[in-house]
């Protein structure tokens, strides 16, 4: 059975009068299973949004082939667009002079669908997304994260089976941002598949079954966020938790300690890294010996993984 999302060597080259090109996509392979959360991780120009409005047919790739539940994103456009839904977020794709309801009437017109269907899933969808109050409203009075629920009941309007999102929790409140990632939950228990751009390394842990970490268009990492440590080899890392600073300074001349830093939370809190598992075990022996009784091992986050996979790039794109 086909893969949901297929590239073989994926490339785009942006060329432009008063600069060298630009090499956005670089021979990228990438699979995405059906029914599967995959996250698209990679610092700001890696060239997420790029792969995935090729993918949606926005684009088209200078090199390489994409496949969509086995349809070519170049010879089968119009398959691959009944098939696939696009959330770009923002203020792209939305009328702010038309209410909620009557921006879904428009897609459903651009999508083919009669008027008796898209009345019906319109409202359905409007409900589905907490806009039910306001589906009458004008979208220029709406929030940031009302529009980016009106994208994605714009996005399921014509019930594809793929759906890629850019940043789909960008200005949700907390708890609207976790209302959003149930119903992605929900939809994919419906049997849809999700490609989902993210910078919110908590959301990927939370939400997706298998990440992939892209950056300068080249794929760095791939697999489970949970065992995403694993791309380090055999680092390690200890928790523990100590007010002295002294006592961590120690810890980072240990042999086999790679780097200690203060986490972010409880005060006193810090994570030691260690080369390998003779090192963590090195550890904790040294902070029981200063009666440091509470410690914990572990592998590195998603979120560490990134940064050292990544780099220091401060705000540089």
């Given amino acids: 059975m086909e893969a949901a999302v297929h590239t ?19 021979d990228l392979s990438l699979t995405v299973d059906r029914n599967e959360i995959h996250g698209l991780l990679g610092p700001n120009g890696a060239g997420k949004t790029t792969l995935i409005k090729i993918l949606s047919t926005v684009l088209l790739p200078s090199g390489g082939t994409a ?15 009944s098939l696939v839904g696009l959330v770009l977020g923002g203020d792209r794709g939305l009328y702010d002079r038309l209410t909620a309801r009557r921006n879904l009437l428009f897609w459903g017109a651009l999508y083919k669908l009669d008027a008796r269907t898209t009345r019906a899933r319109a409202g359905a969808l409007l409900e589905r997304v907490g806009l039910g109050e306001r589906a009458d409203d004008p979208v220029e009075g709406y929030s940031r994260g009302m529009r980016q629920r009106l994208h994605l009941a714009r996005g399921l309007l014509h019930e594809p089976r793929v759906l890629f999102l850019d940043e ?15 119903l992605v939950l929900d939809l994919r228990a ?5 490609l989902l751009a993210t910078h919110d390394m908590d ?7 298998r990440v992939t970490l892209i950056d300068r268009g080249r794929m760095l990492l791939s697999g489970e ?5 694993r791309f380090l080899g055999d680092r390690e890392c200890v928790d523990y938790t100590d007010p002295d600073p002294a006592l961590a300074d120690a810890a980072a001349a240990l042999p086999g300690v790679v780097d200690v830093e203060r986490r972010d939370g409880a005060p006193g809190a810090w994570r030691v890294h260690t080369a390998d598992r003779d090192g963590t ?4 022996a040294w902070l029981l010996d200063r009666d440091v009784l509470t410690a914990r091992r572990g592998e590195p986050t998603l979120e560490e993984v990134y940064l050292r996979a990544v780099g220091d790039r401060g705000m540089t794109v």
């Fill in 67 to 81: 496949r969509v539940l086995g349809h070519d994103v170049v010879a089968e456009t119009r398959d691959v667009r």
């Fill in 225 to 229: 966020p949970a065992r995403a440590g």
């Fill in 281 to 284: 075990r090195r550890v904790l």
């Fill in 190 to 194: 419906e049997g849809r598949t999700f």
């Fill in 8 to 26: 073989c060597r994926l490339r785009r080259v942006y060329a432009y009068r008063r600069r060298d090109t630009v090499v956005a996509l670089d």
């Fill in 168 to 182: 789909p929790t960008s200005g949700l409140d907390p708890a609207a941002a976790a209302a959003f990632r149930r």
């Fill in 203 to 209: 959301e990927a842990t939370a939400l997706c079954d």
